[in-house]
């Protein structure tokens, strides 16, 4: 499998990852690491896991989910 961003810039990269969101795959430089916060609702409170979990995005999947975020 090669990185998708690679390969529209005409580059043959080996990926390592893939976006979560559209599933391209991607090499480290084209990969957007981010952290998320896992709650789970239990009995009457909500609880917060001390871990937070990884998601890897593609830089456009990245971009629209902050761009969501922001209106
Ligand atoms: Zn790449
Ligand atoms: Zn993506």
Redesign the pocket.
């Known amino acids: 499998m090669h990185?998708?961003?690679?390969l529209e810039?005409g580059?043959t990269?080996v990926?390592s990852g893939g976006c979560v969101v559209c599933g391209a795959a991607?090499?480290r430089?084209?990969t957007t690491e981010e952290t998320k916060q896992i709650q789970q609702i239990q009995g009457m409170g909500q609880q917060v896991h001390p871990t937070r979990a990884r998601r890897l995005l593609c830089g456009r999947c990245s971009k629209a989910e902050h761009d969501r975020s922001l209106t």
């Open positions: 990185c998708y961003d690679c810039l580059r990269t990926a991607l090499c430089e084209h």
